[in-house]
C-alpha cells in the first residue's frame, strides 16, 4: 500500500493528504491518498541598473536569444538556454513598429536611461495554469497583457518557459516610461515646488526651493500591484471555468485568507543557483525551516479543530438528553469502560490475540491516565480547558516563531548588504582617487559590476541604520542571527511537544467517543444508524 501513499508530489500544486478505503479482490483497506490544491504564485520586480542589472540582458534571458547591450557594449548570449517555449512583444499603437524587434525595443530604453542607477523595466513573472493546454496559456497571457499594461500605453516583452518539469510560468517586461504622440519616450515624472500658504515656493537653507516629484503616468502606484494580482486571478480563473477545471487560484495573502503562517523568504537568483547545485544557503535553510513548522503548525491546527468540534457535540448532545445527568462525565470511569467495550469485542478473537490486543489497550489507556493525571482533567469540561490551553500555547509559540523569522530575514538583508559593502568598498575607493576623467570611466566600465553592488549595497545601508552609525556591526548582527538561530530550534522543539500533546488527546478522545456510544441505550443507536442512512 505504500505506493498509494507515496504519489508524487507536482511541484506547481501544494498537496493534502486524506484517508479513503481501497477495494482490492472484494476486501477494503485504508490508504491515503494526495489531494492537488492549486496555489498562487505572481511576483513583481523592476530591473535595476542601480542593483547590476540590464533590460537587454534580462530580454535576452528571458527569451533565449543573443542581444547586444549598446549602453555598455557587453553581449548576452543565451540562445543555448531551453525551456523557452513562446515569447511575444505587444506595442500601443502609438509605439514605433521597430520596437517589434527585442533588441531596439530594449536598446532603446537602455539608451534614454542615462543614470546609473535608472530603472530599466518592470517586471513579472506568475505561473501558469498546467490544466490549460499551450495555446490556452498563450491566450490567457496575450488577454493579461493588453488589458492590463498595453492599454495603458505600455510596450510588453513576454516569454513563456517550461521545461517539461511540469512548473510553466511567463516572464512578463514592461517598459516604464510613457511614449509620446511621435512614439518617442517621455518623462515618467516631473518636480514640482512646495508652496507655502501664501503660495509663496519655500527656501531651503542650502539655497535652492523644495520640490516634489510627481508621476505623470500612475503606473509606479502600489495600488497596481493589488490590482494586476487580482486580475492574474481573475483572467485565470476564467480560463480554467472554460477549459472545464475545477481548479481555481486566489491571489490573496495568507493573513487575508485567514491562514495564520510564517511567510517564506524570498531566494533570489544566486540563492536559488547555489541551492540548485546542492550548496546550502542561509536563505535556503530558512526556508526550509519555515515550511516544515508551517506543515506542523498546520497539522496542530487541524487536530485542535478536530477536538473543539467533538467537544461541542457531546455538550450540544448533552444539553439536548434531559435524562442524562446534568454533571459532566467522569472520564476515568470512561476509560474504563472503553478497556471492558474492547475486551468484550476481543472474545471472539484467540487466546493468544486477546493477550497481546488486551496488553496493547492496557498501554493505551496507561497513557490516557497519566496525561489526564498530570494535567489535572477529570471531566469533558476539563478536557475541553486543555484543549484550548494546547490550542493558545500552540499559538504563543507560533507568534513567537514569526517574530523571530522577521527579525531574521532583516538580519539577513543587513548582513548581505553589510558584506558586499566591506568587499567592494575598496574598489569604489579607488575609483574615487582616479583624477583622470577617461581612465576613471575606463576603470568604472570595468569594475561596473562591483561598483554597482557597493553602491546598492550603501544606499541600503543608509536607508537602515540609525544616523552616525560608523563602523558596520557585522559581528553583533552575525551572533543575534545564530541566537535567533537558536532559539528558532528550541521553540521548534516545543512545537513539536505541542503536537504530542494533541496526539495524546485524540487518543483520549478516541477512547472516550467509543465509551459514550457503548452507554447509549441501543434503541438510540439504531435510530442514529438510521438517520446517517
Known sequence: MRRFAAIPAHPQKQYTRRWRLYCFCGFYYPIREVIPIAIYHWNIGIVSRGKGKSAVAAAAYRSGEKL????????????????????????????????????????????????????????????????????????????????????????VDFA???????????????????????????????????????????????????????????WNSQENA????????????????????????????????????????????????????????????LNRSIQKTNRLIREIRAQIGKLKEWIADLFKARETAPEQPPQSPNLANLLMKYLSVQREKSRKYSQSWQQQHTADELKTIAA???????????????????????SDKAYSIREGMKTAERRMK???????????????????????????KGKQEKFAEARRAELTLWDAANR???ANLPKGTKSLPIAEWEKEYATLSGQRTAEYAKLKETRAEVAELHNIRKCVDIALKADQPEQTRTRRHEQER
Open 226 to 285: 493589488l490590482v494586476w494580482r487580482k486580475a492574474w486571478a481573475d483572467i485565470s480563473n476564467d480560463y480554467l471555468e472554460r477549459a472545464g477545471s475545477p481548479e481555481r487560484i486566489d491571489h490573496r495573502s495568507n493573513a487575508e485568507r485567514g491562514i495564520d503562517e510564517i511567510p517564506t523568504v524570498h531566494m533570489g537568483v544566486a540563492a536559488c543557483q547555489m541551492e540548485k547545485k546542492g550548496i546550502a544557503t542561509e536563505k535556503g535553510e
Open 68 to 155: 547586444t547591450n549598446e549602453w555598455d557594449g557587453m553581449t548576452h548570449d543565451y540562445t543555448r538556454k531551453g525551456g523557452v517555449a513562446h515569447t511575444e512583444i505587444m506595442l500601443p499603437p502609438h509605439a514605433p513598429p521597430s520596437f517589434a524587434d527585442r533588441s531596439t525595443l530594449w536598446n532603446s530604453v537602455e539608451l534614454y536611461e542615462k543614470a546609473g542607477n535608472a530603472q530599466l523595466a518592470r517586471e513579472i513573472d506568475a505561473a501558469l495554469p498546467i490544466e490549460l493546454s499551450r495555446e490556452e496559456q498563450i491566450r490567457l497571457v496575450r488577454e493579461y497583457c493588453s488589458s492590463q499594461f498595453v492599454s495603458r500605453g505600455m510596450c
Open 460 to 462: 541600503y545601508l543608509h
Open 368 to 390: 490516557a491516565v497519566n496525561h489526564l493525571s498530570e494535567h489535572s482533567i477529570s471531566t469533558l469540561d476539563e478536557l475541553d480547558a486543555s484543549i484550548s490551553s494546547v
Open 160 to 218: 513563456i518557459h517550461d521545461t517539461d518539469s511540469g512548473n510553466p510560468h511567463c516572464h512578463i517586461m514592461l517598459t516604464m516610461h510613457p511614449l509620446d504622440g511621435r512614439g518617442a519616450w517621455a518623462a515618467k515624472s516631473k518636480k514640482e515646488y512646495d508652496l507655502d500658504e501664501n503660495g509663496e515656493r519655500i527656501r531651503l537653507p542650502s539655497g535652492r526651493y523644495k520640490t516634489h516629484k510627481v508621476d505623470l503616468t500612475g
Open 410 to 436: 532583516e538580519l539577513q538583508k543587513l548582513l548581505e548588504h553589510g558584506r558586499n559593502y566591506q568587499t567592494y568598498k575598496p574598489i569604489q575607493d579607488e575609483y574615487r582617487q582616479i583624477r583622470w
